[in-house]
């Protein structure tokens, strides 16, 4: 395959057909509606479902009944229409079924906007719906990870019987970059043994997520965190850049990451020792390279497009031992390298204090600059 | 004690498991339930069909089906269908739902799936009441009729009338049947079954979308005896909710059942 010109959301939305989606329901939301528009057009043309449902509550719920068959299917919305998704998300976590959702987030909270943000980060990762359940959570940082890790999501989600969720912001769906697209998979349904697509010569199934008695639920919620387990070892990605010897070490996802990145380069020429490491799972989080950069670094510093989100991931990893640092644009306001640049020079060359509170010394710092 | 085959008279469906129901004494719920059974039964469809049970009384209806189930939050059953049915459009799907999850929380998702005519047959239980959390007021619920939530009586002019599900589904063009029937006495329970029958027909033949709205009664929450609730409903509910039919579209009008 060469190298063509595509446009994130398109190129999420091939990559899912390649990767054998055989069913997409979605709902119009910006920055993210390519991904519909695309797959209106791709999906009936090879046979496969595809329907705009009437909202996300009807979206994520036809993705529930489509999973619970057995088939690949997703979603996709962006932060507003995903919160709306959250009640399906822990009914399809507590049924134990297989399904891909795609955040592409904008600004918020609220109706905000429909600039690039990260402030989904939480929901993605930490929370959203109710109850207790792991998810995986992949963050691209550019056109062509997105493409990669569309077909890893149905992989991921249908090992593990789980939610994958692929969050990017609004900029790489929005964006078109130069990349390559997988072969096309076929998309021949896998026999699970769970599924609930007919009891044809075999003994009837139910899915449910409806544990009545405690301690059934309580065993329930113990299977899903030793499947938890099993993928905190197993699939933690992350990609590293300049740390071999670097003593300020930066921790961005995403576009926060990739912006981030530039900055390291300027700095390196500048004759900074700093490195950057860019989750590429945010759930799993790369607890254990962090706990290893914390022998090696002075100072960590946080970017993300959020309000320091990850950054108790962070700091939960550190545990103290080195001080972590914060900076951050929110709102839907995407940092340029220098303002990072600007940051890793005021580290290098002023302490960061252990004791400070990261996020509240970058708000001083900032409302200071506005004021 | 074992009966002798040319005995028996009246057994279980097939597509009945062993398990008793939950449901209160003089809950309409079994008939309604017995009466999908011997039609899944009679169309020998039983290893295609996948049902959706909703959240109410009838959230175990999984229990009692020998069929594949899945099991819907609340009122989002027809969306949960209409996924199973696009990638599984030679199945036989249904909803089995009650009407607060149908007629309150599960609006939009029913009028959407029956706009769409989704090939999907409902089965849609109207008691007035939302039975499982107590017996609180409903779309459904009289005007004038107590409730935990309306001690005093449905006041229309602060709780607003009853929705006539049927009526307003039978105006969209996507609906290929949509019937009401009532449960109170055996007469109307043979034409539940035979509306049921239909509504599947409807689906198998991909005529589109079919509801069979059935009137039924709360004992326990109406704070009747089982009889007294039969009564209340050819007194009360019947003239409220007219039975008949809303919508039967002339390839379904063919059909013989």
């Known amino acids: ?371 | 004690m074992t009966i002798a085959p040319n005995n028996l008279v009246y057994d279980r469906p097939e597509a009945f498991t062993d398990m008793p129901t939950h449901y209160c004494p003089g809950c309409t719920h079994g008939v309604a339930h017995r009466l999908i059974a011997e039609v899944l039964d009679e169309m020998k469809v039983i290893d295609r069909t996948i049902g959706v049970a909703p959240v109410g009384c009838s959230v175990f209806a999984y229990n009692y089906f020998d069929t594949d189930f899945v099991e819907a939050p609340h009122g989002r059953a027809p969306a949960m269908a209409t996924g199973i049915k696009r990638v599984l459009p030679d199945r036989i799907v249904f909803t089995y739902q009650g009407d607060g999850d149908l007629a309150s929380i599960g609006m939009g998702e029913i009028v959407h799936a029956a706009a769409r005519g989704e090939n999907l047959t409902v089965i849609f239980i109207n008691n007035a009441n939302y039975g499982m959390t107590g017996g609180q007021m409903a779309p459904t619920t009289l005007p004038g009729m107590k409730t935990t939530s309306s001690p005093d009586g449905r006041d229309v002019e602060t709780q607003g009338y009853p929705i006539r599900m049927a009526e307003m589904l039978s105006t969209l063009e996507g609906v290929g049947y949509c019937v009401r029937r009532s449960l109170h006495d055996p007469k109307n329970i043979r034409l539940a079954k035979k509306a049921i029958r239909t509504a599947f027909e409807t689906q198998w033949r991909g005529l589109g979308f079919s509801m069979v709205e059935l009137l039924s009664t709360c004992p326990t929450n109406w704070g009747m005896t089982p009889v007294n609730s039969l009564k209340f409903v050819e007194e009360h509910m019947v003239p409220a909710y007219p039975l008949g039919d809303y919508k039967i579209t002339d390839p379904i009008k063919q059909i013989k059942v």
Request: with cysteine; net charge negative; aromatic share 8%.
């Open chain 1, 1 to 371: 395959m060469s190298r063509e010109l595509w446009k994130g959301n398109e190129a999420i939305a091939e990559a899912a057909v390649r990767a054998g989606l055989e069913a997409y329901f979605g709902y119009p939301i910006t920055p993210q509606t390519e991904i519909l528009e695309y797959l209106s057009r791709r999906m009936p043309k090879l046979g496969r479902a595809f329907l705009q449902a009437e909202s996300e509550l009807g979206a994520i719920n036809m993705v529930y009944g489509a999973a619970c068959t057995g088939a690949r299917v997703m979603s996709s919305s962006s932060s507003p229409g995903v919160s709306l998704m959250m009640e399906g998300l822990s009914y399809i976590a507590g049924t134990e079924v297989p399904a891909v959702l795609v955040n592409v987030m904008r600004g918020g909270p609220g109706l905000g906007n429909i600039a690039p943000a990260q402030g989904d980060y939480n929901q993605a990762v930490h929370g959203g719906g109710h109850g207790d359940y792991p998810r995986i959570v992949l963050a691209p940082a550019s056109v062509q990870e997105a493409i990669d890790l569309m077909a890893l999501s149905f992989d991921l989600a249908e090992k593990y019987r789980m939610i994958t969720m692929l969050i990017l912001d609004g900029s790489v769906g929005q964006m078109m970059e130069p990349a390559e697209m997988p072969e096309m998979r076929s998309p021949n349904r896998k026999k699970f043994d769970w599924a609930t697509d007919g009891a044809l010569n075999r003994d009837r199934r139910v899915l449910s997520s409806i544990y009545l008695d405690p301690l059934a639920e309580e065993q329930t919620n113990f299977r899903l965190m030793q499947r938890w387990k099993e993928v905190m070892a197993n699939e933690v990605r992350y990609k590293e850049y300049f740390l071999e010897d670097a003593e300020i070490v930066i921790v961005g996802f995403g576009t926060a990451g990739r912006v981030s990145l530039s900055a390291v380069r300027a700095a390196r020429e500048r004759g900074i020792k700093v490195g950057l490491l860019r989750p590429v799972t945010v759930s799993p989080f790369p607890y254990e390279v962090l706990d290893r950069l914390t022998g090696q670094a002075r100072t960590f510093l946080v970017v993300e497009m959020n309000t320091g989100q990850m950054l108790e991931d962070v700091r939960l990893a550190v545990r103290g031992r080195v001080p972590v640092a914060f900076y951050g644009r929110t709102g839907g306001v995407v940092p340029f390298p220098d303002e990072i640049l600007d940051e890793i020079q005021r580290i290098n060359t002023e302490p960061v204090s252990a004791e400070a509170d990261p996020r509240q010394s970058w708000l001083d710092r900032m409302t200071a600059i506005k004021a």
